[in-house]
T-cell receptor, first 110, second 114 residues
Framework: QQPVQSPQAVILREGEDAVINCSSSKALYSVHWYRQKHGEAPVFLMILLKGGEQKGHDKISASFNEKKQQSSLYLTASQLSYSGTYFCGTDQENNNDMRFGAGTRLTVKP | NAGVTQTPKFQVLKTGQSMTLQCAQDMNHEYMSWYRQDPGMGLRLIHYSVGAGITDQGEVPNGYNVSRSTTEDFPLRLLSAAPSQTSVYFC?????????????FGPGTRLTVT
């Protein structure tokens, strides 16, 4: 079952912050985050494993609340290069059957 | 390393035609998969493989066939193309146990069925 992402789209000015959410109706083994630029392939950002992880990656970080089956991606002090569509992917049992959300389109304007 | 490569980049088919989308990786990954991406739908898993000779269905397998004779290659066959199969197709690879490892995506094949 596909995870649900929110919001569907967000527009920011450079330097502003954003939060993208990903939720599942089923228990999760892990949550993955990818970013895709227009016309390109998705690029890996980070994986969070069950156990309530938090990870950081420059000014992009994420958390995983295993009990709520939710993950959030935090983008701070956004840059123009952050523009793209962000996808979360969820894996329920580490069984190689990954499902992706519909994506959140992020636009950062000067 | 070339990573994950896909051919062709673009393809136009007529309804009822068949074709094979090629995917290859040089990272010695056991796991390979095919996704289709439609506007507003995200990436949907078509088929995947955890090693040579082993394939399994994903979320949207109907109308597609796969086989895995080598670790490197994982072709996707459309048996009788339909307009509903117009989409962008991505091949991906990783180590087995994809919940724990990042997936590497190919550049995609944009397929139009008229």
């Amino acid at each position: 079952q596909q995870p649900v992402q929110s919001p569907q789209a967000v527009i920011l000015r450079e330097g502003e912050d954003a939060v993208i959410n990903c939720s599942s109706s089923k228990a999760l083994y892990s949550v993955h985050w990818y970013r895709q630029k227009h016309g390109e392939a998705p690029v890996f950002l980070m994986i969070l494993l069950k156990g309530g992880e938090q990870k950081g990656h420059d000014k992009i970080s994420a958390s995983f609340n295993e009990k709520k089956q939710q993950s959030s991606l935090y983008l701070t002090a956004s840059q123009l290069s952050y523009s793209g569509t962000y996808f979360c992917g969820t894996d329920q049992e580490n069984n190689n059957d990954m499902r992706f959300g519909a994506g959140t389109r992020l636009t950062v304007k000067p | 390393n070339a990573g994950v490569t896909q051919t062709p980049k673009f393809q136009v088919l007529k309804t009822g035609q068949s074709m094979t989308l090629q995917c290859a990786q040089d990272m010695n990954h056991e796991y390979m998969s095919w996704y289709r991406q439609d506007p507003g739908m995200g990436l949907r898993l078509i088929h995947y493989s955890v090693g040579a000779g082993i394939t399994d269905q994903g979320e949207v397998p109907n109308g597609y066939n796969v086989s895995r004779s080598t670790t490197e290659d994982f072709p996707l066959r459309l048996l009788s193309a339909a307009p509903s199969q117009t989409s962008v197709y991505f091949c991906a690879s990783s180590y087995v146990g994809t919940g724990s490892y990042e997936q590497y995506f190919g550049p995609g094949t944009r397929l139009t069925v008229t």
